[in-house]
């Protein structure tokens, strides 16, 4: 089915309040509790609601430090792609790999206690990657915003 304006401010309600009740959300959005739990189900159902997750305080887990790191492969034949993925997805400390069209083949977002940490996690980890012709770190010095949330039109 077609998602709708309806369908839409729910999705926008779950996206910034995924633990609210389906009474607060069918208020929030003016819509029978039972009408809401539907659209909701249908909206898991399809698939435009993968998951619901705790956003956790990466500062009081003792893990404050981010760090995006660029690499380029010696080559992008599948099975290096296949090799780097599968390796780089066993990493606990990487919470996001993008395959780039760019100077990078991929960006990796890294989350370490401080710098000697993520030394570690280079020397153990990323230096160890099949495939990986080249790496350059970038440190974040501050967040200035972060978001989940994607754009509802």
Request: charged residues 25%; proline residues 3%.
């Amino acid at each position: 089915m077609a998602m709708d304006q309806l369908d839409r401010r729910i999705l926008a309600v779950l996206q910034k309040q995924g633990r609210i009740s389906n009474a607060e959300l069918s208020e929030a959005v003016s819509l029978s509790a039972s009408a809401c739990h539907r659209r909701v189900q249908r909206l898991e159902n399809e698939g435009y609601i993968r998951k619901y997750v705790a956003l956790l305080d990466a500062r009081k887990l003792g893990v404050p430090t981010t760090v995006f790191v660029e690499i380029t492969l010696q080559t992008q034949a599948d099975e290096v792609l296949d090799a780097f993925e599968k390796a780089v997805a066993r990493i606990p400390d990487v919470l996001e790999c993008h395959l780039m069209a760019g100077t990078a083949d991929y960006i990796l977002k890294v989350v370490a206690e401080n710098t000697d940490d993520f030394a570690r996690i280079h020397r153990q980890h990323l230096t160890r990657l099949p495939g990986v012709a080249q790496m350059q770190s970038s440190f974040a010095l501050r967040t200035v915003f972060k978001t989940t949330a994607l754009p509802i039109s």
